[in-house]
């Protein structure tokens, strides 16, 4: 069987003294509570702005290709539209399959007028071009 080791009273008295003398912390100023408290409220700012950049860039992106389907989406619709038509007037009887491929040729009040411009007097291309410097870099 191990002893117990006695304890030295001297020794004990020491640590005792030297654990209770220490010296107790002052508390903090209030200018360093202050700025403790702005780096917490700044921490928690840029988080939250991260988190709103990242739902800002999500919203774009999905109403972008929400955007893209939905005019897709009508372009096919406007086809089917026009096909309709189409089919419709040739059902009818109002149209034959061969004026579907002929162009409407305009009306006179559809015509663009515009006046011919004045003429400029003629000057003559020299033969050779005229000798031309080098431009320099702007750097020099």
């Known amino acids: 069987m191990t002893a117990v080791p006695k304890l030295d009273p001297v020794r004990v008295r020491r640590l005792s003294v030297a654990v209770n003398n220490r010296p107790r912390r002052r508390p903090d100023p209030p200018w360093v509570k202050s700025l403790v408290w702005i780096r917490q409220v700044m921490f928690a700012g840029v988080a939250l702005g991260f988190i709103l950049l990242g739902a800002g860039y999500w919203w774009i992106f999905e109403t972008q290709r929400q955007w893209a389907a939905d005019h897709s989406r009508l372009q096919q619709l406007a086809l089917s539209t026009q096909q309709l038509e189409w089919n ?9 399959p061969e004026q579907t491929k002929v162009l409407v040729p305009a009306r006179p ?26 431009i320099p870099p702007l750097g020099y």
């Not at 419709?88 to 034959?96: C, I, K, P, R």
């Not at 015509?111 to 031309?132: D, G, H, I, N």
Request: charge should be negative; hydrophobic fraction near 35%; aromatic fraction near 6%.
């Open 109 to 134: 009040d559809q015509f663009l007028l515009v006046p011919p411009a004045q003429e400029r007097p003629w000057k003559p291309v020299p033969a050779t071009p005229p000798e031309l410097k080098p």
């Open 88 to 96: 419709t007037a040739l059902l009818e009887g109002q149209l034959t």
